[in-house]
């Protein structure tokens, strides 16, 4: 499958499911700006686990990763069945939980680490896409 690409951003679903429909570009806009160059990957748990150990030396597959690749320029990889089995444990609709982790990756590729500041961040940001 082909990505989908827009200005600055495209998206690939490697895995066999169908992805919801997210506004990825405005949240991509409203918090990295429009400048910067976005690759969003999905892929499988089994490719998460292997980016997980091979760059945070962690032996478990994730629900996302984040890799800045240069100032304006980074990478997120999702791995939709993680995210799916997360979802039930916060609570929320699959749809609403992947935008829940498209914010959280975009926080950490503006350079945020886990904290206060960073939350209050992807409050705001959830607040204002509805997620």
């Given amino acids: 499958m082909l990505p989908k690409t827009g200005k600055n951003l495209s998206v690939t679903n490697l895995t066999k499911g169908k992805l919801p429909r997210l506004p990825f570009m405005a949240v991509k806009e409203a ?30 597959a994730t629900d996302i990763l984040s890799f800045p690749l240069g100032k304006i320029r980074g990478e997120i990889f999702i791995s939709p069945e993680e995210a799916r089995k997360e979802s039930k444990k916060f609570g929320r609709n699959f749809e609403n939980f992947l935008g829940f982790l498209f914010i959280h990756g975009l926080a950490h590729l503006k350079g945020l680490r886990h904290g206060s500041k960073m939350e209050e961040q992807e409050i705001k940001f959830r607040r204002r896409f509805g997620i």
Avoid: E, H, M, Q
């Avoid at 910067?36 to 999905?42: C, E, I, M, N, Q």
């Fill in 31 to 60: 918090i990295l700006g429009k400048g910067y160059d976005l690759s969003v990957v999905f892929a499988s748990r089994a490719t998460l686990r292997k980016l997980n150990r091979a760059y945070r030396l962690k032996d478990k």
